[in-house]
T-cell receptor
Framework: AQKITQTQPGMFVQEKEAVTLDCTYD???????LFWYKQPSSGEMIFLIY??????QNATEGRYSLNFQKARKSANLVISASQLGDSAMYFC????????????????FGKGTKLSVKP | GAVVSQHPSRVICKSGTSVKIECRSL??????MFWYRQFPKKSLMLMAT?????????EQGVEKDKFLINHASLTLSTLTVTSAHPEDSSFYIC?????????????FGPGTRLTVL
């Protein structure tokens, strides 16, 4: 079974509108971390936002917010007021055993969602 | 934020040659670095975990004799693709964890695009 599932291969959004990118995860660990990265065409991976499994509040970073629903095992990324520069691939990732260092700490990535912002 | 550099950013080589890719953490120490491979329009696939001062841990299906990893210092890990073939052409990305960071954030290098002719 996939650990990280991103069901939207591609998404379109109008400039200045909000968009939600879906991510569901599968883990039996109680402690884990969820990450979102942006990868523009240049290839660099840009960290956007992080949510810890024990965090009670949804994470926010500027125009990015993470809609964390633990019971549903979902960690959707919400981008508000989309900009043309937001066009990129977006990857959801998980690290298990976050707090107790149970794993070596590698990130498990979803297949990504390609977001295109229309002017 | 922390910075990870990779060199070279792009390399073209002939089949049968070896290519070395360097990954450096510029402003933090990284006892653990990760090497990923990414095919066009695909996700990142973890190849191996590089541990400073010890042998790397390879993921299943990754040939350790073909992809040599050396983590000689707390700021440098190298990936050598030995006897490269066209099927090794890919985008290779390294990353490092800043253990002193609040969330053990993982920073990525800009990637190396390898083309084997």
């Amino acid at each position: 079974a996939q650990k990280i599932t991103q069901t939207q291969p591609g998404m379109f959004v109008q400039e200045k509108e909000a968009v939600t990118l879906d991510c569901t995860y599968d883990t039996s660990d109680q402690s884990y971390g969820l990450f979102w990265y942006k990868q523009p065409s240049s290839g660099e991976m840009i960290f956007l936002i992080y949510q810890g499994s024990y965090d009670e509040q949804n994470a926010t970073e500027g125009r990015y917010s993470l809609n964390f629903q633990k019971a549903r095992k979902s960690a959707n990324l919400v981008i508000s007021a989309s900009q043309l520069g937001d066009s990129a691939m977006y990857f959801c990732a998980m690290r298990e055993g976050q707090r107790y260092g149970g794993s070596q700490g590698n990130l498990i990535f979803g297949k990504g969602t390609k977001l295109s912002v229309k002017p | 934020g922390a910075v990870v550099s990779q060199h070279p950013s792009r390399v073209i080589c002939k089949s049968g040659t070896s290519v070395k890719i360097e990954c450096r953490s510029l402003d933090f120490q990284a006892t653990t670095m990760f090497w990923y491979r990414q095919f066009p329009k695909k996700s990142l696939m973890l190849m191996a975990t590089s541990n400073e001062g010890s042998k790397a841990t390879y993921e299943q299906g990754v040939e350790k004799d073909k992809f040599l990893i050396n983590h000689a210092s707390l700021t440098l890990s190298t990936l050598t693709v030995t006897s490269a073939h066209p099927e090794d052409s890919s985008f290779y990305i390294c990353s490092a964890r800043d253990l002193a960071g609040v969330i053990n954030e993982q920073f990525f290098g800009p990637g190396t695009r390898l083309t084997v002719l």
